[in-house]
């Protein structure tokens, strides 16, 4: 059997207007063709799907039916390449965010998920939160499209762009001495108990901080090792200790600790965006991709202007 879809649209014209004159003319071919082809599908079909007389033509039982699914046919044939289209397009399919837990902190960052969900109805986005290092091997193998990330060493498999350059705030108990000061510097903070990272979590934070306190020649005295930066912040209202965490962290605000300036000019830390250099980046990841970077371009313009 070797029906094609121009037979399908041949014979509905031909249904619809039980006239294959009229039929001819709605297809854009003469006469003769269309009949030659109509009979070639009742050949391919095996059935008699037009009774026809010199004055009339009229459907068979079998060109009913043949008319019905040769319709859903069709149908299922647009909504196939309609399917493709939007997936093409980034308008559906399914996009795999891998970020941090100081990523949604960030301003751009949460209003690129909220404005991508918005414009992408159709788009699965599946959000893994997940600590820098292990976002590593699934960006690898292709199991997450997109990494948020602090900076850290990456596989040459693996491309990146800076998103964000923030800087890094000090923590302090509000009844601390340093909570005085309008600003501290890292060899103050050194001289406290410091309330940090676990090592073995993973995080791309705690190479960024103990890289910049050894740059100074700093070793902090860890009093307390966590895996979150919410326990972190918890712990530091609580009088355990101090701390470093970027600025997009200050929007959690507690009476019992303050946020600080660090002194130094290089105490910032960067956020990265990562993919793989080979897996195809499909469209729904190339427009999260502009919306953030549009969404951190606008927040700066406002802090620039404010």
């Known amino acids: 059997m070797n029906i094609e879809l121009r037979h399908l649209r041949y014979f509905i014209a031909v249904a619809e207007e039980l006239h294959f004159g009229h039929a001819a003319a709605r297809l854009n071919i003469s006469q003769p063709p269309l009949s030659q082809q109509i009979q070639l599908l009742e050949q391919q079909v095996g059935a008699r799907l037009l009774a026809r007389t010199n004055r009339s033509v009229a459907l068979t039982p079998a060109g009913r039916q043949f008319l019905i699914d040769s319709r859903q046919i069709l149908s299922q044939v647009d909504d196939a390449a309609a399917r493709a289209a939007r997936l093409h397009q980034g308008q559906s399919g399914e996009l795999r965010v891998g970020f941090t837990s100081s990523a949604p902190f960030i301003k751009a960052v949460s209003d690129t998920l909220s404005t991508f969900r918005r414009r992408y109805p159709d788009v699965h986005l599946q959000t893994r939160e997940i600590n820098t290092r292990e976002q590593i091997a699934p960006l690898h193998e292709g199991t997450l499209d997109l990494g948020l990330m602090r900076n850290t060493a990456l596989p040459e498999t693996l491309a990146w762009e800076v998103i964000l350059r923030e800087p890094l705030l000090a923590m302090v108990p509000r009844d601390h001495p ?46 307390q090792e966590v895996g979150e930066a919410m326990t972190i912040i918890g712990l530091v209202a609580a009088g355990l200790g101090v701390s470093i965490l970027p600025a997009s962290f200050c929007r959690v605000q507690l009476s019992e600790m303050r946020w600080l300036p660090i002194a130094e000019a290089d105490a910032v830390s960067q956020m990265w965006l990562v993919w793989s250099k080979h897996h195809e980046q499909g469209a729904a990841a190339l427009h999260f991709k502009q919306q953030l970077l549009e969404s951190v371009k606008s927040d700066q313009n406002l802090s620039r202007s404010g």
């Open 178 to 223: 340093l909570a005085a000061q309008p600003v501290v510097t890292l060899s103050e903070l050194a001289k406290e108990p410091f309330v940090f990272f676990d090592p073995h979590v993973g995080t791309g934070l705690y190479d960024d901080i103990l890289g910049l306190l050894r740059r100074y020649g700093l070793v902090p005295r860890i009093a």
